[in-house]
């Protein structure tokens, strides 16, 4: 009886060892698994980083050409007022001579 009792409880030893076995293999399967699925993620969020990263400084240098176009634009605003000013200026001086002149002729008379 003593042989029985010994025989089953080292079947049921291998029994559980086997299931042990297999419960390992397939923990790691699964482990190895979830590892590939956070390594995907990880791949995804660097790529979805890297595209965010391009449009940005797609952005940022529509911005300076923006901003440079509109400095152009101001400096042409600029150079137009300072040329009419100069002009007008050069308009009262050319009259202020003559209303000069005409006054000297009158003093004279």
Known sequence: MRKIILASMAAAAFSLTACSEKAQQETSEAAGAVADDAAAAGDAAAAGAADAAD?????????????????????NVVEGTVNAAGDAASKAGDKIADETKKAEANDKK
């Open 55 to 75: 449009a940005t400084a797609a952005a940022a240098k529509d911005a300076g050409a923006a901003v440079e176009g509109a400095a152009d634009k101001a400096g």
